[in-house]
């Protein structure tokens, strides 16, 4: 009887181990986020027109250019906040988003507002660049460009969209959960490492 309990608690301390050398041999830890609009897109909201192609839909940079009245760098991902209140819970989130990246020039947070919203003070991160807007571009900006489903007051429901350097939309994030901004970070991070 003692022999099998020997021979049983040898199997099942070696049984993991194995398994576990396995896995480093012959498996890929690799994660991967999902690439929108892989097809075009399909169904545009509002008045936007489709762009259905056999390619993956990108931001067309002449049109951001133009609408930013600046020319954006070409291989940056960006992450757009669009359709936001401004509030301290949004700020704080923003800033801890932007305190784990703000030694990287390869990052860039762009937050686009109304005209009329408060005027932007200019920030300690050199990565966050702000717009105000007229309300046609704004308008243009959140629901033909990026896809958000912007309502009558400029304000969206996932106000956050990471975009790769090749210009494809990466993921939407709810900027006033923190949840969320965890979230935006670790599939930046994948991004990154990438």
Known sequence: MNKTKAILLFLTLVFPVLIYLFLQGFGKNEFDIPVYYEGGITMPLGDCPPSVSEQVYQLNKTDLDLMLNENTSDGQI?????????????????????????????????????????????????????????????????????????DAQMKADSGLVLVDQKRRIRGYYDPYELKEIDRLNTELYILLSK
């Open 78 to 150: 960006v992450i757009y906040e669009v359709g936001n209140s401004d509030s301290e819970s949004l700020r704080n989130n923003l800033y801890t988003f932007l305190e784990k990246y703000k030694d990287r020039s390869d990052v860039d947070l762009i937050s686009a507002k109304q005209l009329e919203d408060t005027v932007f003070s200019t920030s300690r991160y050199a990565s966050w660049k702000r717009y105000n807007l007229p309300d046609s571009n704004l308008m243009r900006l959140g629901r033909c460009i990026l896809q958000l489903n912007l």
